[in-house]
């Protein structure tokens, strides 16, 4: 047959296709299960480290177990008591984009030393991709205790800044209610002046502002139990003044 | 295409003609320090050592499959349309290759990111396949890409060495600048610090030139007239 004819170029080409996707999709498949164990592994390392628990990928498995209590979902504040999936398994990329009242989203309880700390997964908008973090709160469900940041692409030096421990850090001890009005975290350009701001990445306008609003649009949904929760530890909610010196007193 | 090749009495297998395949792309016939080939991914991933290491790796396996599988398939490959041909056994491979990345060495494959799949726009891939792959025996081609790969790999090993000891102090994540010698602002001690340039692009282009430089220094043939 001559190899330079028509019917044969597509001959050629049809078997082709047909035996490099067979094999693309061999390959694909038998390599899943060890790619998503990675990927879980890896979601574990983010959610350990919002409570400054620092450990290798390896090791994340036995630690999370070894942290983490319970694995909560929530719906509009409220404890939803048959999920129909586990708290882990939620895919919070596709959570985020439904109405807050409709959104069932995971909230993590972890035990440090008798110490219970609540940690909410966020995920969000940046300049070039999604952003993604988690915040964990103290049990008065109001205090900041720890925070992760990561990013799929945002540029380096500016708005990947956000995933180190200068920006991140900030967070410890802010907080995200004002007496008992959820007024979340902003992240600000100048300096902070406040128990709820926190100072952004100059060069990374977009990002900072994604981060902020990824935090107030995650944290929504949560309020209401938090505060359910926290009512139980804390007296009576201190206004913002008293709180501000206790921190400086610090 | 092939009859005359076929007709050559047969050489053995690593014969003086089919070593000089695999030696002389790690110098005279380089794909990086003379040809120019592969250059975006050569300073992009050699800050450290190992993303780098991992990246040869993958080219070197890449470039001596695709030319292996296309010297197999050269006589049955319709001419018009071998170029697609060939870059979809290249994607093909290197979608195979990010896949394995992707499930055992999870973190290199992170630092990597989209430079494992640009390996398929890698000029050498291209250039070996339809010079060299097209036109020779599987066993030679093969050579030809495992020569090729590994001298890609060298000069990125060798510019991620020289970036790591320099840029971090670290040599495949390990400190190997003493930690004493870092001058500390507070008390005064140490002299050195490390150079934030090296973990600059830039500076990947400079060490590339360097290179060159060395190495045409020294083989006076490389010249150009």
Sequence with gaps: MDINSNKYTYLFSIVMVVIVAAMLSYAAISLKPAQDANIELEKKQEILSS?????????????????????????????????????????????????????EVPLYVANIDGKEFYIIPMRGKGLWGPVWGNLSLEKDGNTVFGASFGHKSETPGLGAEISTALFSGQFVGKKILNGSNFVSISVVKSKTSSEHEV????????????????????????????KTVGSTVAPAPVSADTLTAEVSSL | MSSNEQSKPKSGLFSK??????????????????????????????????????????????????????????????????????????????????????????????????????IITNCILMGRIEAFALGNTPWKSFLDGIGNGAGYAVVLIVIAFIRELLGSGQLYGYQVVPADWYLNPETGTGFY?????????????????????????????????
């Design chain 2, 17 to 118: 003609e089919n070593r000089k395949l695999l030696a002389d792309p790690f110098n005279m016939q380089n794909p990086v320090t003379v040809q120019v080939l592969g250059i975006c991914s050569s300073l992009a991933i050699t800050v450290k050592l190992q993303p780098a290491i991992v990246m040869g790796v993958s080219v070197l396996v890449v470039t001596a499959f695709s030319n292996l599988i296309t010297s197999l398939l050269r006589n049955l490959i319709p001419n018009r349309i071998r170029i697609i041909v060939q870059l979809v056994v290249v994607a093909a491979l290197v979608i195979v290759v990010d896949q394995i990345l992707k499930a055992y060495v999870y973190d290199v494959s992170k630092q990597l990111s989209v430079f494992v799949g640009l």
């Design chain 2, 193 to 225: 610090s490390n150079n934030g340039m090296m973990l600059l692009p830039p500076m990947a282009l400079i060490v590339v030139a360097i290179i060159i430089w060395v190495q045409r220094s020294k083989f006076k043939d490389l010249i150009e007239k």
């Design chain 1, 199 to 226: 100072q952004g990445i100059s060069g990374g306008t977009i990002t900072s502002v994604g981060v902020q609003s990824m935090i107030q649009d995650c944290l929504a949904p949560y309020i209401e139990y938090l």
């Design chain 1, 51 to 103: 409570i400054n628990v620092v450990v290798q990928r390896d090791a994340a498995g036995p630690a999370f177990d070894q942290y983490i209590k319970q694995s909560l979902v929530i719906r509009n504040g409220k404890i939803v008591e048959n999920p129909t999936q586990p708290a882990f398994n939620i895919d919070l990329a596709a959570a985020v984009s439904q109405p807050l009242e409709t959104r």
